[in-house]
């Protein structure tokens, strides 16, 4: 028999049993589903990752729909056990879903949400944070300060790189990569050079019209270019940051090869996904080339990283925080609730991931709508007319 697993209940009486396997912020994402019938169950156990087994402990006999997190492992056994109990509705409480077998849900006639368009801006800002970090090298001077080691102003005290008038490289120029791209120009005057399958029209008309404004008013204008190739933004940028999706053609996207055609001063961010890099080549380039910096919020085994990385003066760490502010922590508990109840009502599909606002304002009703369900055309979900 299945240990227990500690929950806590709002609506006991409701008629839809909907699971959360971690406590999530905010609270309007409960009564959004309470207001609507709903027994909302959240997993209270002292895990950070749940298992497979406590998952299908959680899920028990009887269940309309899931809100999970991108550290589980969502596949054919969870799935179809969530079937078996009647469940229709399931989604991460993230943007990625690498985490998920879309293929086995929809095989099961469960629908998968994901919470795009709430957290683009949050999410560029951190890379821009490690950008500076790593360029100033904030965090070894924060703890040669704590450590009482700092006796007097010196010349080469952490002497980092200057960002004004270089070069941003962005991989991956889609909402998150266009944003970054346009906090770094607009905040530091960088020149852009990015690589992507697609023309990145509405970036590149910025960079001109800030250009022209910069010119103007007696100033530098800066510049963009498409590469041709990804190696043509590893060896023209000062800093790289990276925004692709994770696939097979992702995957150890950065390695030997490629850090070795960058920089030696330059700086690699990653606030996308881990895998991207593959993290044993970065730790040997790191140790080679001390003035080679990275700042790094997503890891490759998470929540592990490879070994010697932590070691690293020239890597500023963090654990994948990207998305951790409250408005979009709470917006993103919101989407993946109004996923999960849209699925049960029978709801259509929303069908602007860049107009989730509508969601998110407390002021008002939501719209009769699944924020955003991956797999809805293979599930025939018509599209909203709202």
Not at 282 to 307: A, I, Q
């Amino acid at each position: 028999m299945a240990k227990p697993i500690s929950i806590e209940v709002w609506n006991p009486n409701g008629k839809y049993r909907v699971i959360s396997t971690k406590s999530m912020p905010g609270t309007r994402w409960i009564k959004l589903l309470t207001d609507q019938d709903c027994r909302v169950e959240i997993c209270t156990e002292n895990k950070t990752i749940l298992s497979v087994d406590d998952i299908l402990a959680l899920i028990g006999d009887k269940c309309d729909g899931v809100i999970g997190q991108l550290t589980e492992d969502w596949g054919e056994v969870l799935f179809s056990a969530l079937r078996r109990a009647g469940g229709t509705a399931f989604s991460n409480m993230a943007v990625g879903y690498n985490n998920v077998d879309v293929n086995a849900a929809t095989k099961y006639g469960i629908g998968v949400g994901n919470t795009p368009g709430v957290l683009t801006e949050t999410t560029a800002e951190l890379a821009a944070s490690l950008s500076l970090a790593a360029s100033r090298r904030i965090v070894e001077a924060d703890q040669f300060m704590r450590a009482g080691l700092y006796d007097g102003w010196l010349p080469h005290l952490f002497v980092g790189n200057l960002l004004k008038g270089q070069t941003v490289g962005v991989i991956g120029a889609g909402r998150i990569g266009s944003a970054y791209a346009r906090m770094m120009i607009e905040g530091f005057k960088m020149n852009l050079i990015y690589y992507d399958l697609y023309q990145a029209t509405r970036l590149e008309k910025f960079v001109t019209a800030y250009g022209q404004f910069l010119k103007a008013n007696g100033e530098q204008p800066v510049t963009w270019k498409r590469a041709a190739t990804m190696e043509d933004v590893l060896r023209e940028a000062d800093v790289i940051s990276l925004h692709p999706v994770l696939d097979k053609t992702t995957y150890h996207l950065i390695n030997k090869e490629r850090l070795a055609i960058m920089k030696k001063e330059a700086i690699l961010v990653n606030a996308s996904r881990g895998p991207v890099i593959d993290e044993v080549a970065l730790v040997e380039h790191l140790k080679v080339n001390p003035m080679f910096r990275v700042g790094l919020d997503v890891f490759e085994d998470e929540p592990y990283m490879k070994p010697g990385l932590a070691d690293q003066k020239n890597a500023v760490v963090v654990p994948h925080i990207a998305s951790a502010s409250k408005w979009t922590r709470e917006g993103m508990a919101t989407l993946a609730a109004l996923n999960v109840l849209g699925k049960i009502k029978g709801y259509p599909i929303w069908t602007d991931l860049n107009r989730v606002d509508v969601f998110l304002d407390e002021n008002s009703p939501p719209p009769a709508a699944c924020p955003s369900i991956v797999n809805a055309k293979q599930l025939g979900i018509s599209a909203s007319k709202l």
